[in-house]
């Protein structure tokens, strides 16, 4: 068991740049999970679990997203529905690692917990932003500013990788996939894609893979549980892709998939 703190620094210390998957995968348990929903999560990963990050994905899926994403030109992360803020954490630290200037954002509609006010104040400071608000909200780009202080949604401002984990039902995950193509995101993160407890989350990706050209699923199981749970999509989104024309306009000048 560790302390937040102790979780963060070996966090931000960690080499994930030079790490292999499985090195990736077998150190992710250790900087503390979530213990929510405790019958999704295998029984062998019980004792990392309720400290340190507390980041709520299977170190099996995380881990590949995370190693897809090395090297990606990525100058901003958006996190729908970030919870205690570890999977933040983590997919902000390996996006640090390339490009120290990443303007990254936080929402969900609880106040940010310990662990990301202690990342925020001792460990970035900067170009790091919580917003405390439902992301289906009316005011929700006007809202979400950042380093510019523009608001989002116009041409001038985008959101290079979203993540969306927040609101699981059909019509918010809809909004969600729907407000990160109007970001101009080059990268779009689905969550519980496989997971047996959540349908609309397994509807919506299977819908969304209909309308991109590339996308990537890392939803690898563990053995003994008695169904398939969690699972991440990953979409990378094209000019060829047949949503793109709808989009065109929030996506100027950008050179897609780098
Ligand atoms: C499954 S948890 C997220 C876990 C987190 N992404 C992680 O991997 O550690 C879902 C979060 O979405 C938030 N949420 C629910 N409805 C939301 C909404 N309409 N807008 C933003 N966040 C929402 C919840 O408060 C909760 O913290």
Excluded at 218 to 228: L, P, T
């Amino acid at each position: 068991m560790k302390t937040i703190r102790q979780s963060l620094t070996e966090i931000v210390n960690f080499d994930f740049v030079n790490a292999s998957q499985k090195e990736i995968e077998d150190i992710l348990p250790t900087f503390g999970m979530n213990n929510e929903y405790i019958s999704e999560i295998p029984p062998m990963f019980s004792k990392y679990m309720g400290w340190g990050i507390k980041f709520w994905q299977y170190p099996n899926q995380l881990s590949k997203l995370l190693c897809h994403l090395k090297g990606k030109k990525i100058n901003s992360y958006l996190e729908i529905g970030v919870r205690y803020g570890g999977t933040f954490v983590l997919i902000n630290e390996l996006l640090k690692r390339y490009n120290n200037y990443v303007e990254s954002h936080c929402v969900d509609i609880i106040p940010p917990s310990e662990i990301l006010h202690t990342y925020q104040h001792e460990f970035v400071r900067d170009r790091f932003y919580y917003h405390q608000t439902p992301s289906h909200s009316s005011t929700f780009f006007d809202t979400l500013t950042g380093v510019d202080q523009m608001p989002i949604g116009r041409t001038t401002k985008k959101i290079d990788l979203v993540f969306i984990d927040g609101c699981h039902t059909y019509p918010c995950v809809k909004h969600d996939y729907v407000t990160a193509l109007i970001l101009g995101a080059k990268y779009i993160i689905f969550h519980d894609i496989s997971n047996r407890n959540s349908e609309s989350t397994r509807l919506i990706w299977n819908e969304v893979k209909k309308n991109h050209k590339k996308t990537y699923e890392f939803i690898d199981q563990y053995e003994g549980m008695d169904a398939n749970y969690l699972g991440i999509g990953l979409v990378e989104v094209s000019p060829e892709d047949a949503v793109f024309p709808m989009f065109e306009s929030n996506y100027p000048g950008v050179t897609l998939s780098e």
